[in-house]
């Protein structure tokens, strides 16, 4: 079996409530203790799951490319690009776990300086070769971006997924402005924007 059970990323607590399911097996949970929203079960190598063949993701997403069907998720990414812009404005935009880059594709038009980091190497290089965007293939803290770079990051449908994610908090904090925004989102669940 592929996946395994796991206590929480962040307090190291056993209690949890099942929020939702995933593919009939990913569990999307909340830890009792200290509210975490994370994966339990998740998958033994979570950074794997996406790293299937560059042609099925090219198939399974042609017609967005080819400008004749919208994403199911454009809607949402629309309606949090216009919160973000609401509450700040930004310059340089990172979106962490940014898969193809449905979600950088729907900011271009908005004057930001665009970038991505996915770990999938098929997945980013068809955001860059498909919409033209500046994805990093690998991880946050595989890629030495300035400290107080970002004016806002990221995270839709990534941060559950995280295995060590006080180390993710840190490498953002990091990286993003004193007055940066944070913005975390699992749209079965709540979003999440945070003043860094």
């Not at 796991?6 to 999307?28: F, Q, S």
């Not at 790293?51 to 949402?76: C, M, P, T």
């Not at 190497?121 to 994805?135: M, T």
Request: charged share 30%; with cysteine.
């Amino acid at each position: 079996e592929d996946v395994k059970y796991v206590n929480c990323p962040l307090c190291n607590g056993n209690r949890y409530g099942k929020i939702a399911t995933e593919w009939g097996v990913l569990g999307i949970v909340k830890c009792r203790d200290c509210g975490l929203i994370y994966v339990n079960p998740r998958l033994k190598e979570p950074e794997k799951i996406y790293w299937g063949s560059k042609e099925r993701y090219i198939k399974e997403a042609e017609l967005i490319f080819e400008g004749k069907q919208k994403s199911h998720r454009d809607v949402n990414y629309l309606a949090d690009l216009k919160k973000i812009e609401r509450i700040k404005p930004t310059d340089n935009f990172l979106d962490i776990g940014t898969n193809m880059g449905m979600f950088l594709r729907n900011a271009r038009n908005r004057g930001w300086k665009l970038f991505g980091i996915e770990p999938s190497p098929a997945l980013s290089e068809i955001g860059r070769e498909k919409f033209g965007l500046n994805i990093f293939t690998g991880f946050l803290h595989e890629n030495r971006f300035a400290n107080n770079f970002f004016d806002v990051v990221t995270m839709i449908d990534v941060f559950e997924h995280i295995t060590k994610p006080l180390e993710m908090l840190k490498d953002i904090h990091r990286i993003i402005k004193q007055d940066g925004l944070r913005h975390t989102a699992k749209f079965i669940s709540n979003s999440y924007y945070n003043r860094s």
